[in-house]
């Protein structure tokens, strides 16, 4: 955060996943195939909320955004991985580096306040049902949903202002299969003292306020439930909230050892699969989970299916 910047490299090479040719198709054809399971997977749920008009609930227009932010975020990294993993090298240019850092940063906060605002949802359809369709209206939707999305791209700008205000002289080499901003920041020329506790605090910030406002929502729809006397009642409480919880679990998880937990200088292939894990794997298990048991969107694509004639008899 000092001096002025002497960055002189124009690129940088990312060492991937692995330097076996076999591996990198084989890892090329399993990443084709979540990248595309993904994208469909995630679109499917949001033209089902879009028309079917027993889906247009707040839930389902907060699930709605997940699954825009998740086709954005696998989009800004899953092809440029393919591509690499195709070509056998990793090289991305300096100002396409930046671009990935600030895309998936801003999408991966969004996320974190969304998932937090869903915590928020479910609280007061569980324990404020009478309040609730005038708590969450469509104002105050579009309120809550705008806010994510605002607050994730203006910590994305502060987190790329930070990291690159400092001198890139080289090496240029970097141990991952993406630019990501902890590993980038190890390669400056300079001293980086500040702003690692700057970025440290913000994803503090960015973390802990929704794991925050999820755990104390869920404490509380816990407390209401334990005083729901029918089964079924239970039932219905906890299938609107399993989904959600299993998704914040991995989600915040893996976040969480990758950018609270103290780690060498070196980043690891450990540290790769972790990242490996939330770049790939939860967004494509997200739309998995939210729809596998849940029977509003069964019945959705039923009525769906009846529509143009496809529902099997």
């Known amino acids: 955060m000092e001096g002025e910047n002497l960055t002189s490299i124009t690129e940088f090479i990312l060492v991937g996943l692995s330097a076996q040719r076999r591996t990198q198709l084989l890892l090329f054809v399993t990443i084709l195939l979540t ?48 591509a690499h993993l195709l070509a056998g090298n990793g090289v991305i240019s300096y100002s396409r580096c930046v671009g990935q850092i600030f895309v998936a940063l801003s999408l991966g906060a969004a996320e974190c306040f969304l998932l937090g605002v869903m915590a928020y949802d479910r609280y007061l ?3 404020q049902p009478l309040q609730y369709p005038v708590a969450m ?23 790329v202002g930070c990291t690159f205000r400092h001198s890139y002289c080289g090496p240029n080499r970097i141990n991952h299969f993406m630019c990501e901003l902890p590993v980038v920041l190890q390669l400056a020329c300079d001293d980086t ?23 104390t929502s869920y404490v509380v729809i816990l ?4 005083q729901i006397q ?28 990758m950018y609270l937990i103290p780690r060498s200088m070196t980043f690891s ?3 790769k699969m972790v990242a490996l894990f939330y770049v790939v794997v939860t967004p494509f298990l997200n739309p998995i989970i939210y729809t596998l048991r ?20």
Not at 57 to 76: A, R
Not at 194 to 214: D, E, H, K, N, R
Not at 223 to 226: A, G, K, L
């Open 35 to 82: 990248y595309s399971f993904t994208v469909m997977g995630n679109l499917v749920v949001i033209l089902l909320a879009w028309f079917d008009s027993h889906l247009q609930t707040p839930m389902y227009f907060f699930l709605m955004h997940l699954s825009c932010i998740e086709i954005c975020y696998v989009t800004s990294t899953e092809p440029q991985m393919l």
């Open 193 to 215: 003292h500040i702003t690692q506790a700057v970025v440290f605090v913000m994803a503090g910030l960015v973390l802990l306020i929704p794991i925050s406002v999820v755990l």
């Open 137 to 159: 209206d469509k104002w105050r939707q579009m309120q809550l949903a705008s806010g994510c999305w605002a607050t994730g791209f203006l910590f994305g700008a502060i987190y």
């Open 294 to 313: 849940n029977k509003d969107v069964h019945e959705a694509v039923a009525r769906v299916l009846r529509r143009g004639g496809l529902e099997p008899k």
């Open 269 to 271: 292939d450990r540290d």
């Open 223 to 226: 407390f209401s439930v334990i």
């Open 125 to 127: 359809a569980i324990c």
């Open 230 to 257: 029918s089964a079924s009642g239970w039932r219905k409480a906890l299938s609107t909230c399993s989904a959600h919880l299993t998704v914040v679990t991995v989600f915040y998880g893996t976040v969480i050892s």
